[in-house]
């Protein structure tokens, strides 16, 4: 079945540092990848998305590219600041047809910057 | 109100009680989810209803009951639980349910079974 691999955390990080957190997915077919974002004490919120290969999703500064070669969609961002902490979740959707609205979710990498 | 909001936002039951969930979505959507949030573990999908039927129950067990009377609710009926059973519920919403159509989703409900 399909299956998404994040990155464990937590991951700490002082405030304008450079942040990748990888995710790397298995699907069949040719799903669509996303970015959740989870504030504490709040539902997730969809950070970014890319439903076809190549595509750069992008949003608040952060980056992420859908590479099909190496089934990947690691997120980025250049500089990051407190109010990025949270936990981040990479989903993948099953593609097209009957089914397709099911998100299969990764763990969650929790994120911490510190001034 | 706007987005989607759930009530209440924790709640704390014995095993022999019934509780319900509640969803409201303000978006004008036509397909609702209810998640699992466990610790350490992936988001479970648990219900997908689109147009007020559903379409998915992911092997739920029965003391987990979903209710859609329209498409801007949702509840989700508990009874029997187990402490296995604490962990944060999520409602989402979107406008189809198709993989395009992003889920949108609620805060949650933090349950605690004693």
């Known amino acids: 079945g399909d299956s998404v691999t994040q990155m464990e955390g937590p991951v700490t990080l002082s405030e304008e540092a450079f942040l990748t957190i990888n995710c790397t997915y298995t699907a069949t077919g040719y799903p669509s990848l996303f970015w959740y974002v989870q504030y504490p004490g709040e539902g997730l919120q969809l950070l970014l998305k890319?439903?076809?290969?190549?595509d750069k999703g992008s949003n608040k500064g952060f980056e992420a590219t859908y590479r099909k070669e190496t089934t990947s969609f690691h997120l980025e961002k250049g500089s990051v600041q407190v109010s990025d902490s949270a936990v981040y979740f990479c989903a993948l959707s099953a593609g097209s047809g009957a089914g397709s609205y099911q998100l299969t979710f990764g763990k969650g990498t929790k994120l911490s910057v510190i001034p | 109100e706007t987005g989607v909001t759930q009530t209440p936002r924790h709640l704390v039951m014995g095993m022999t009680n019934k509780k319900s969930l509640k969803c409201e979505q303000h978006l004008g959507h036509n397909a609702m989810y209810w998640y699992k949030q466990s610790a350490k573990k992936p988001l479970e999908l648990m219900f997908v209803?689109?147009?007020?039927?559903?379409?998915e129950n992911n092997s739920v067990p029965s003391r987990f009951s979903p209710e859609c009377p329209n498409s801007s609710h949702l509840f989700l009926h508990l009874h029997t639980l187990q402490p296995e059973d604490s962990a944060l519920y999520l409602c989402?919403?979107?406008?189809?349910?198709?993989?395009?159509?992003?889920?949108?989703f609620g805060p949650g409900t933090r349950l605690t079974v004693l």
């Open positions: 209803y689109s147009l007020e039927e559903r379409v």
């Open positions: 890319a439903t076809k290969a190549d």
């Open positions: 989402a919403s979107s406008q189809g349910a198709m993989d395009t159509d992003t889920q949108y």
